[in-house]
Structures are given as C-alpha cells and as structure tokens.
C-alpha cells in the first residue's frame, strides 16, 4: 500500500458525461500528480500540484481541469467525455525534498461508452 | 522534445538468466531519472533515482545505472515474482518539473 488513496477504483460513463476523481495523497505530501495510461501508450503526465497551486502542466486537454483543495486532496475533472478518453487515470504524490519520488495511487479505470 | 525510449518492448527470461533493460533519453537538462516496475492493473511502484552519469543504485536482484545517454536497468537471476513491466522516466530543469515517462518493458520470467 503506497499510502495514496483513489476513488472510485472502477468508472463507466457515457460519451457527453463529466466525471470527478479523487485523489488523497500519502500524509505529509505536498505534491500531486495526475497521468493518464492507455492501452498503446504509457504513462502521460497531466498536471501537477504542489500545496494548493499549479506547478506544472503536461499533456492536458482542456476539457480536463484539476484542483488542489486546502487539505491537499486533488480532484481531476474530465468533461464531455470521448470514448479516447477510456484509460486508467494515476494519481502520485511526493514529499518536498525527496527528488520529487513519487508515490502511486491503485488508480481509477475509466470506461467511457 | 523530450524522449524517452525503452528497449526492448518485451523480454522473456528463464529464472535465473540475466539480462538488461534499457531506457536512453533525449532532454534538456536532466535532473533525475527514475525506474518503477508495474504490476497488471497496479499503480507503478519506485524502484531508484539516478542524478548524474556514473551513477549505480541496487536493490536485492536490480541493479541501475546511468550515462549521459541512457540507463540500464541489470536484473541477476531473476525470478518469477520479478515479472512486471519496467517504466523509465525523466525529470528535467527549466522553470517546471515535468516528469516524461517511457513506454516500458514487459519482463517475464518463466520458472
């Protein structure tokens, strides 16, 4: 157990629908992560948050929008969702300090249909 | 751009047999390399951070290294547990601390 904790584990949708995920990261931790990982492609990072502000920005589409709240649990927004966007969707977290090592959550397998 | 290639795609092992996995790299800047193994539907788990060219870390059977270009990942008489898919990836300086993960190696060890 990583320490990080996703929900839900498993998420069906439609095309059209908005979806949130859930990310608490391991305690102490400042830094979020979010990537995505699809079938044929390996892990992309999204975005970054370190402490409640954006820290950096990846591949992120922008019907895709995430926030850290004060507590420093993340949630990443996905709306009108596509049938591309059906991956499983990692959030990580690292303490300030340690090389930005990241620990990983089980993930949330999102199916759109 | 930065790259970050993984080689090979997949690897079948007898226990026991030693082999390499490799990651070569094409940034501006490296601050860190990193190497997590990944098991079926799990998050990737941390294995090292390497820093700078000459650099080695080991744990139990895995032994990583890296040049300006590339790292290594050596694993000794694997064994089964052992399989799992290899991730590399690099975290650059520059303003941001993007980290751009490989695309892996599926390992397979088979007893």
């Known amino acids: 157990d990583s320490g990080v904790t996703q929900t839900p584990k498993h998420l069906i949708t439609a095309t059209g629908q908005r979806v949130t995920l859930r990310c608490s990261p391991r305690?102490?931790?400042?830094?979020v992560y979010w990537y995505q990982q699809s079938l044929d492609q390996g892990l992309q990072f999204l975005i970054q948050?370190?402490?409640?502000?954006?820290?950096a920005k990846g591949n992120i589409l922008e019907r895709f929008s995430a926030q850290q709240f004060p507590d420093l649990h993340s949630e990443l927004n996905l709306s009108s969702l596509e049938l591309g966007d059906s991956a499983l969707y990692f959030c990580?977290?690292?303490?300030?300090?340690?090389?930005?090592?990241?620990?990983f959550g089980q993930g949330t397998r999102l199916t759109v249909v | 751009e930065d790259q970050v290639t993984q080689s090979p795609e997949a690897l079948r092992l007898q226990e026991g047999e030693s082999s390499s996995l490799n990651c070569s790299y094409t940034?501006?800047?490296?601050?860190?390399l990193f190497w997590y193994r990944q098991d079926p539907g799990k998050g990737p788990e941390f294995l090292f951070t390497?820093?700078?060219a000459g650099e080695e870390k080991e744990k139990e059977r895995l032994k990583a290294t890296l040049t300006k270009k590339e790292s290594f990942l050596h694993i000794t008489a694997p064994k089964p547990e052992d399989s799992a898919t290899y991730l590399c990836?690099?975290?650059?300086?520059?303003?941001?601390?993007?980290?751009?993960f490989g695309t892996g190696t599926k390992l397979q060890v088979i007893p």
């Open positions: 948050y370190y402490n409640g502000e954006e820290r």
């Open positions: 940034v501006s800047g490296l601050r860190g």
């Open positions: 990836a690099v975290q650059i300086f520059g303003g941001y601390q993007k980290v751009t």
């Open positions: 305690s102490g931790d400042l830094s």
């Open positions: 390497l820093y700078s």
């Open positions: 990580a977290s690292s303490a300030p300090g340690t090389g930005d090592r990241a620990f």
